[in-house]
């Protein structure tokens, strides 16, 4: 019994692996917006909400505001939130209301949030 559940575990974790998916944001608005390469959402959270856990996310340079670029909420999925090239590339202006991130649904060290710049941020703001 335990080979069996031994190879059971392996293949799992390999049909996890093949199946995580890249979803991409620019700060450019496309009309044809799916998260793919070659149309990438322009909302960093747009992305986050059409991502599976396993997931990456990767924004592309820029200064990303308003409303569903900040307050940034993974909703306890495990995802890679990274940027392409770095923080001094990909800014989030909270415009002085909201945080850039809000961790509150049981997210874990696999929730990543990595490469950004976070600024005027109001953290006494209540959400």
Same mark, same amino acid.
């Given at each position: 019994?335990?080979?069996?559940?031994?190879?059971?575990?392996?293949?799992?974790?390999?049909?996890?692996?093949?199946?995580?998916?890249?979803?991409?944001?620019?700060?450019?608005?496309?009309? /044809?917006?799916?998260? &793919? @390469?070659?149309? *990438?959402?322009? =909302? #960093?959270?747009?992305?986050?909400?059409?991502?599976?856990?396993?997931?990456?996310?990767?924004?592309?340079?820029?200064?990303?505001?308003?409303?569903?670029?900040?307050?940034?909420?993974?909703?306890?999925?495990? /995802?890679?939130?990274? &940027? @392409?090239?770095? *923080?001094?590339? =990909? #800014?989030?202006?909270?415009?002085?209301?909201?945080?850039?991130?809000?961790?509150?649904?049981?997210?874990?060290?696999?929730?990543?949030?990595?490469?950004?710049?976070?600024?005027?941020?109001?953290?006494?703001?209540?959400?």
């Amino acid at each position: 019994m335990k080979r069996v559940f031994l190879f059971l575990g392996i293949m799992a974790g390999q049909l996890i692996q093949a199946s995580a998916e890249t979803w991409h944001v620019s700060p450019a608005f496309d009309p /044809l917006a799916d998260g &793919s @390469a070659q149309h *990438p959402f322009s =909302a #960093i959270q747009q992305a986050m909400d059409s991502a599976a856990p396993g997931d990456r996310v990767l924004v592309q340079p820029g200064v990303y505001t308003g409303e569903y670029n900040k307050n940034l909420d993974f909703g306890g999925k495990a /995802l890679l939130v990274e &940027s @392409a090239s770095g *923080p001094s590339n =990909a #800014i989030i202006d909270c415009e002085g209301a909201g945080r850039g991130l809000y961790f509150h649904s049981g997210e874990t060290t696999n929730s990543v949030f990595s490469g950004f710049t976070i600024g005027h941020a109001n953290t006494r703001e209540v959400l």
